[in-house]
């Protein structure tokens, strides 16, 4: 039987990162994940710059050492290209004016096979993180002190006295022990699949969103990888599978070889391997996720953005929270459900708002004509441009958008540009 303080269940972003904060404030834990890494993630394998600033904040040298990497296993990510359903292409770079030359990169796209490997192999060079893979935990009881948690054959077994749940979206103890229940209004499918030769890449490496009216609420997106490769998905809200009895596998294959510009760009890409789905749990619906001795970080605690569909920058920065709380616990010997409350408190002031904003965003477009209107009239002001540009690291810019003043604003200087470009 380990004893020990903390037991992380789980070492993919979001476990792996909880360790390593915890390791940094000097406190040992261990680590268990049923996988030998490398294992795959199903995933759109984007690694956005919330990501990389919190493992800044944990320890600069990560990312240091993650772009240090070789190029075999990411490539650096400039902007996005949303494609509308009228086929309007719009290219928003992360920073106004971006010049690839410079630093002003904010993302990665890196297969998760090789980022998670990455991270844990980052684990395993701290000598206060006891690292055990391969073990499933299966058996989980609340003790006096804690937890106790064991494998199926009980050849493992540990004592904790604070759980900390990082065990993704299909978490058994994430729905039967803490109550977070599937809500399909809250909650979204995803297929993901590895091409070959996809013509037509952004050249300067920005990610791509289409917006196809069949497939609104949902988007297919195209993600390069290095070496040719391409990560290319579909994914869509889980009430919408089920009210128009949705197959994304067959719908991805069939849009990618017939729909037109698409088609032509997978004339001579290859499929590598299957296509794959997984579930992703949306932070859209505020839930309690932590009480007596034990909290839920990333998936496990539904912590998707419910927009974009990124799940990574939230784990780590939950497992970052994850073990300042566990630090407190601990100074104060304090694991009550009510000590507890100040996790879920700071997950809604740092995460809460902004998932709060994509919820609105989401709903907003989720009409096609109100998508395509959009898209022609951002394609003619650039200041509208500029404006989206800083709203992927600035909330204030994104609450805008639901004020009127902001769209009488635009109107007034898409018209004041039209007249320029006229004269
Ligand atoms: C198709 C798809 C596309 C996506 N695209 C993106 C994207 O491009 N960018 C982005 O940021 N997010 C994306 N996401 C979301 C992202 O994949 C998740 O948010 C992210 O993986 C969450 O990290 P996590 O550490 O919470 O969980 P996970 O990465 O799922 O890690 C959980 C770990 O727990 C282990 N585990 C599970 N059960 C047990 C057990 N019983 N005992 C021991 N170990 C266990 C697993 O082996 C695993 O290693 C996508 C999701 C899907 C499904």
């Not at 996988?35 to 944990?58: E, M, Q, Y």
């Not at 719009?90 to 990665?108: L, N, S, W």
């Amino acid at each position: 039987m380990i004893k020990t303080d903390i037991c992380i269940v789980g070492a993919g972003p979001g476990g792996a990162a909880t360790a390593l904060k915890l390791s940094h404030l000097g406190i040992p834990s261990v680590l268990v994940d049923k996988a030998v890494f490398p294992r795959d993630k199903v995933c759109g394998d984007a690694i956005s710059g919330k990501a990389a600033t919190i493992l800044r904040r944990i320890d600069p040298a990560i990312m240091e050492r993650f772009e240090a990497a070789s190029q075999a296993i990411q490539t650096e990510i400039w902007g996005i290209r949303f494609v509308s359903p009228n086929n309007k292409e719009i290219d928003v770079p992360f920073r106004p004016g971006y010049d690839t030359g410079k630093d002003a990169k904010q993302g990665y796209v890196s297969k998760r096979v090789d980022f998670d490997h990455f991270l844990v192999q980052e684990v395993a060079q701290r000598d206060n993180i006891a690292l055990h893979p391969g073990i499933s935990i299966d058996l989980i009881e609340k003790t006096e002190a804690g937890f106790y948690l064991a494998n199926k054959e009980k050849t493992f077994e540990v004592a904790a006295r604070l759980l900390i749940m990082a065990n993704g979206a299909n978490s058994h103890f994430s729905r039967h022990y803490a109550g977070l229940e599937k809500d399909e209004k809250h909650h979204a499918g995803a297929v993901r699949a590895y091409f070959k030769n996809v013509a037509g890449l952004h050249p300067d490496g920005f990610i791509e969103l289409h917006f196809l009216k069949d497939i609104i609420p949902g988007y297919l997106w195209i993600f390069p990888l290095p070496g040719g490769h391409a990560n290319v998905g579909l994914g869509m809200r889980s009430d919408h599978i089920s009210q128009r009895r949705y197959n994304l596998t067959r719908s991805l294959t069939e849009i990618i070889s017939t729909h037109p510009p698409l088609a032509e760009r997978f004339k001579n890409a290859q499929l590598q391997g299957k296509i794959t789905g997984y579930g992703l749990p949306l932070g859209s619906k505020k839930r309690r996720i932590s009480g007596s001795h034990f909290m839920l970080v990333g998936d496990a605690g539904h912590l998707i953005d419910p927009l974009s569909g990124e799940g990574i920058g939230n784990a780590i920065y939950s497992g970052l929270i994850a073990a300042e709380q566990a630090q407190q616990c601990l100074e104060r010997e304090d694991f009550s459900s009510k000590h507890m409350e100040a996790y879920d408190e700071r997950i809604g002031r740092v995460l809460g708002k902004e998932m709060e904003l994509s919820y609105r965003l989401q709903q907003m477009l989720s009409r096609p004509w109100l998508v395509s209107l959009l898209a022609n009239w951002v394609t003619r002001n650039q200041q509208l441009i500029y404006v989206i540009s800083q709203m992927y690291a600035n909330l204030a810019v994104r609450k805008r958008v639901f004020y009127p003043s902001f769209w009488l604003k635009m109107l007034i200087s898409g018209g004041k540009q039209q007249k320029s470009k006229a004269h």
